[in-house]
């Protein structure tokens, strides 16, 4: 047989071709409805397999289209689809004028069984498949299913907006609390580098080799001033002095101070 296969996505049709040349049938392809009876106007096919949701023109419009040419009417006809899966979305379809209805993904053998059935409805179908009054119907019922998908797909998008917003929003706040924390934790290393810088300047200072007088002690600093031991320590490092005396000084100063004390005193 030659088949028109009909879809908007490449790799369905792809697919779909492979299953069916496998088989031994030849198959054109078209992307949509408006597509295709472009190609049936120059190419005799023996079945059509066609998707639903399509742009320009969809396969319940097609499949009407098709049903009210003299010329193409007796074509057997197989709505193929993933969206379009309700109970009045089946009714539809048959409504139309197709002959079978499949939900993708299907197995080859239920492709192969369904197209069997789509051929002997055919050759079995009268000559004039819808009457005015059947045409109004479908079209009244077309535009019934039509709006339904519409609403359902505006809601989707309302509900993907929503969820967008409420991401945006969790990120916008988690942003701000991390800008918050690199300032804080830049202010935070900031003070410790200048902490550390005075830190080392001061380990610099007191780890240097300090000129001191071999006589009297005084260590000269930098800028060429003498100081005592005491007070230079203390300018140049946190640290406090509690004055005492040791063994040895008590033994050669103290004692003999005292003792001198003592006796110029008559103590």
């Keep these: 047989m030659n088949i028109l296969v009909v879809d908007d996505l490449i790799i369905n049709?792809?697919?779909l071709c492979a299953t069916?040349?496998?088989?031994?049938?030849?198959?054109?392809?078209?992307?949509?409805?408006?597509?295709?009876?472009?190609?049936?106007?120059?190419?005799?096919?023996?079945a059509i397999i066609s998707d639903i949701l399509m742009p320009k023109m969809d396969g319940y419009r097609f499949c009407h289209e098709l049903r009210r040419s003299e010329k193409l009417k007796h074509i057997a006809f197989i709505h193929y689809t993933s969206t379009y899966t309700s109970p009045g979305d089946r009714q539809l379809s048959k409504t139309v004028g197709a002959d079978n209805y499949l939900v993708k993904p299907t197995a080859t053998k239920v492709l192969l069984e369904t197209l069997d059935e789509a051929m002997r409805h055919a050759t079995e179908r009268r000559a004039s498949v819808l009457k005015d009054t059947d045409t109004a119907f479908a079209v009244k019922e077309y535009s019934v299913v039509l709006v339904k998908k519409l609403e359902?797909?505006?809601?989707?998008?309302?509900?993907?907006?929503?969820?967008?917003?409420?991401?945006h929003e969790v990120l916008a706040e988690l942003n701000d609390t991390l800008?918050?924390?690199v300032q804080e934790r830049t202010a935070e290393l900031e003070?410790?580098?200048?902490?550390?810088?005075r830190a080392l300047s001061e380990v610099k200072e007191l780890s240097a080799i300090l000129p001191i007088c071999s006589y009297c002690k005084k260590i000269r600093d930098d800028k060429d001033y003498w100081h005592n031991v005491e007070s230079y320590i203390s300018a140049h490092t946190d640290a406090k002095f509690s004055h005492g005396y040791c063994p040895e000084c008590e033994e050669k100063i103290v004692k003999p101070e005292m003792e001198k004390f003592f006796k110029e005193n008559g103590i």
Excluded: Y
């Design 13 to 15: 049709r792809k697919l």
């Design 20 to 46: 069916l040349e496998a088989e031994g049938h030849s198959v054109v392809q078209a992307q949509n409805g408006l597509e295709a009876l472009e190609v049936l106007a120059q190419e005799s096919v023996d």
């Design 152 to 167: 359902e797909k505006n809601q989707e998008l309302e509900q993907a907006m929503s969820e967008l917003r409420r991401t």
């Design 179 to 181: 800008e918050h924390r």
């Design 191 to 197: 003070a410790a580098n200048r902490e550390l810088a």
